[in-house]
Structures are given as C-alpha cells and as structure tokens.
C-alpha cells in the first residue's frame, strides 16, 4: 500500500523527524489562505506547491513549485489542480491530481537521500544513503553507484547509533549535525519496522541555507523558532511503501489508504477476493494459481500476444468470482481475445465452466446485447473436467466465439491468432 506525501510528513513529524510546516488543500479557492498559513512567520515568505499523487517525478513534471506571493499559490494551485500530471512515474496517460500540499519553503544548501529497505541479496534491512539527494537520485544510483551509500542493519537491534554515525560520517557531517542526521536515520530505522513498511525514504533530505524559521519538528505548529542553528536538517518530501499483509496489525495506516489513487479494476477484484493486475496489452488471462498465471503470460508473449492482466481466481473460487473476474476482465476496453487456463486441482472445472456461461447470460455489451463478442479461448484440465466440458458445449449458442485448446500451446496459438497477432 501506499500513502501520500502529506500523509508520510505526519508518519516522519510523529517518530520525531523535522519536517516543515503544511496545510493539505483540494480547491485552489483555499491555496491564498494556505500560503499565509504555511509562511506564516517568514521574513521573506516562500511556499512549495506539490500535487499529492501516488507517483514521483513531481519536480521535474512541475508539479513542485515554489511560489513567493498569494497570487502565485493559486495560480499554482488553479495549474495543477486542472491538468493531468505526467511524470517518468506516470506513464503517458498521467494522473489526475485532487489534492495538493502548500509546505513553508525552505532555502536549501544541499540535498541527501534517505531510505530504509530490504534487501533481498543479503536478506537484511539496509539504509542507503547519499549526499547526491534531489530529482536524480535514480540516474545518480545508475551512473555512480559508488555515490550510494549502503548499511546494513542489524538483523534484531536495527540501526545502531555507532552504524548510523557511520554513515553520517560518510555523507560529510560532522559535530552536532552529524548527531542529528544519525538520529534522524535511527527514527527511520525504527519506523519501518514498526509500521511493517517495504520502503521508507527520505528524498531529499536538506540542510537549509539560512537560519530557518521553519524548522518544526511537529508539522501541524508553523511557528518560527529563533533559536535554531544556522544551518540545520529537513526532511521535505518522503515516501512509504507498506507490507500489505502486514496492515491487519495497523488500522492507522489502513486509514490512510486512497481507493482514489488506485486501479479501479484491481479494487474491484479485490473485493471480490481475486488477485489482479492490470497491464498494457489487449489479451486478458483469467488462469488459476499464480505460477500458472506467470506461465500463461510468458506463452501468449511467445506467441507474439501480450497480455492485459494477470489474473489469479486461487483455489476457492465461487462461480461468483469468476463470473466477476470476468467482467473485470471485460472492463479493460483494449482486451480482444480472452485465454482461461484451469489445472483444476481444488478448483473445479465445472465451477469455472459455469461462471464463463453466467458471464455470458449477465454481461452487456456496450451496444446492449448480452453475451460474448471477443475471442475466448479456453483450456480445462483436472477435477470435474469432463462436467465443465459438457457446460461449456450446452451452452455454445450463449459463447460462439469460443474455442477449446488441447493443450498450454495450442491455448496460446490460438488466442494469438484470434486477436491478429
Ligand atoms: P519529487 O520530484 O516528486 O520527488 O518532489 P520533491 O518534493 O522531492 O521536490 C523536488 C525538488 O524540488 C527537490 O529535490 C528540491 O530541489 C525542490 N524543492 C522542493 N521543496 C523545496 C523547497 O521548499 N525549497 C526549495 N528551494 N526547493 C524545493
Ligand atoms: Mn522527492
């Protein structure tokens, strides 16, 4: 699961962490207000305008804008608020934006980078680090990797203080801010572990250029501290990935989550207790176990097909689910031929023979007759076969687009051809 920035700054703001000051806003009508809010203190205010979508590359889309006046944050805001943000993230369809964060602007001396994963190679958590932060993070781990820094942790104590130093060390602290960037690496540390995350950034983290009115270690109180340091350090963008099968423990997290940035298709399938995937091409697959469903698209591709989801109906499923999975399936406008491929082991055949012709009798087509136009390939094998064969050839007035397959090959060939390729 994933949350927003505004979300993941209140996770960081709560373990401790710095972060400026920010108002959440969904109408550019408010972005004026939000401005004075969040510069509130400022002797020479400065705010950021970020849209709030679960996909990055903002900066470099101009989504991330820094604005000085009132005027400036609605324009800002009016922008983001009324076109679709396309970013390296985003694919070329971009992302609608509905929410936007207006944050204190903050002068920044130099950018570092932050996160906490797993790394699956050693089997152990690890920060990486670097103190080449910002929007090239990704060409900077591509081209340099020896600018990434990376630390193990220890399997059951985390991060220690002495590991954590280390680092800080190595992106070039030292005294009293290298303190403050081993703590603030510690408090990852313990958050993602705490929240069961599979990732937890920091990008970038900053150290400001002039005294700093903005540094608030609660991002709900913008008020100026005089006391700070001239230089210090702000975590102003993050991110979080959650363990899905660890959000039962978190209903905090659970809250967070925004159907709104999600696939409309893949919640609808999970609803319905089916794992799905949506993906680019024009084949849907409705196939039964996952290593089957990674099989079943490895040999449309080799074919020359592409598949436009993975689809896994799992063991249990009811002709309820499958005559839903169907419909999902069916959703996707670019799908032009359908494969079912079923090794009916706890599955039953005649279960996913009944839910094809109740997909059949139920589903409309966008002219309002009922019943199957595209292509349908289906290949049965295992328990109850022989039953879901005789369903499927009673009802092939319901299905005339239907053709059985032999085997995994013919399946693939056949659906190939269907849909021209
Ligand atoms: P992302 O592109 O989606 O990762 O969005 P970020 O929040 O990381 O912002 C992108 C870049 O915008 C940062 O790396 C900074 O260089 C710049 N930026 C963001 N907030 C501020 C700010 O308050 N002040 C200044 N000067 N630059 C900022
Ligand atoms: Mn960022």
Not at 20 to 32: F, K, T
Not at 103 to 123: C, F, H, N, P
Not at 326 to 353: E, H, P
Request: proline share 5%; with cysteine.
């Amino acid at each position: 699961m994933k949350i927003h920035e505004y979300q993941a700054r209140d996770l960081l703001a709560q373990a401790g962490i710095p972060v400026p000051p920010s108002v959440v806003i969904e109408s550019s009508l408010l972005a004026e207000e939000a401005f004075i809010k969040a510069t509130k203190g400022m002797a020479s205010p400065l705010a950021v305008i970020k849209a709030q979508v679960h996909a990055g590359g903002r900066g470099k889309a101009g989504f991330v804008k820094l604005v000085k006046t009132a005027p400036e944050a609605r324009a800002a805001a009016e922008f983001m608020l009324t076109n679709k943000m396309v970013s390296v993230q985003t694919g070329p369809e971009g992302l609608v934006v509905k929410k936007l964060l207006v944050a204190a602007g903050v002068d920044i001396a130099s950018e570092y980078y932050l996160a906490i994963t797993t790394d699956r190679a050693t089997r152990r958590n690890v920060l990486i680090a670097s103190k080449e932060g910002g929007v090239d993070i990704e060409i900077v781990a591509h081209e340099r990797p020896e600018a990434i820094i990376k630390e193990p942790l220890h399997p059951t104590l985390g991060l220690q203080s002495f590991a954590a130093r280390k680092v800080a060390y190595e992106l070039g602290f030292t005294g009293k801010l290298a303190n403050q960037t081993a703590d603030i690496m510690q408090k990852l540390a313990k958050l993602f572990v705490e929240k069961d995350c599979s990732l937890a950034e920091i990008n970038p983290l900053v150290l400001t250029g002039k005294p700093s009115t903005t540094n608030c270690p609660n991002a709900s109180s913008p008020l100026p501290n005089a006391s700070l340091p001239t230089a210090s350090l702000l975590a102003i963008d993050a991110k979080f990935n959650f363990d899905d099968n660890g959000l039962f423990r978190h209903p905090d997290l659970q809250a967070m989550a925004d159907p709104t940035e999600e696939n409309p298709a893949e919640l609808r399938a999970h609803a319905a207790g089916l794992s799905y995937i949506a993906l680019d091409g024009n084949i849907g697959c409705l196939v039964n176990g996952a290593g089957l469903a990674m099989a079943t698209m490895d040999i449309i591709k080799l074919h020359g097909g592409t598949p436009a989801n993975f689809l896994d109906v799992g063991g249990g499923a009811t002709e309820e689910a499958v005559t839903e999975a169907f419909k999902i399936i069916l959703s996707d406008q670019s799908v032009k031929g359908i494969l079912v491929n079923i090794f009916g082991g706890i599955m039953r055949c005649d279960i996913i023979a009944q839910g094809v012709v109740n997909a059949a009798k139920t589903y409309k087509n966008p002219d309002g007759s009922t019943g199957f136009k595209v292509p349908l390939v289906v290949r049965l094998e295992g328990t109850n076969v022989e039953a879901g064969r005789k369903i499927l050839s009673e009802a092939k007035s319901l299905v005339p687009t239907l053709q059985a397959a032999t085997d995994l090959t013919d399946a693939a060939k056949k659906v190939c051809n269907a849909v021209g390729k």
